[in-house]
């Protein structure tokens, strides 16, 4: 839900424009790169190996761009308050 709301006040921020629909493409795939490296480390299946996962996901989807380091950011303290 916080995704979903940070997406939508992003948009109204910055406008509809080509920058704004970038930046929402790099928001969802940086977001598909956290998701691609959560699946890996399930089926990974080590013991503390969340660490890494964690870390090449982020980076993964700060490769992405401005969009991409959002998402990364949004997911990773999400993740932390379920802690």
């Not at 080509?18 to 928001?27: M, P």
Request: glycine fraction near 10%; aromatic fraction near 14%.
């Amino acid at each position: 839900m916080k995704l979903l709301m940070g997406l939508v006040f992003c948009t109204s921020v910055l406008g509809v424009s080509s920058r704004s629909f970038s930046f929402l493409g790099e928001a969802y795939d940086g977001a598909r790169d956290m998701w691609r490296a959560y699946s890996d480390m399930k089926e990974a299946n080590y013991k503390n190996s969340d660490k890494y996962f964690h870390a090449r996901g982020n980076h993964d989807a700060a490769q992405r761009g401005p969009g991409g380091a959002w998402a990364a950011e949004v997911i990773s303290l999400f993740s932390a308050e379920l802690r």
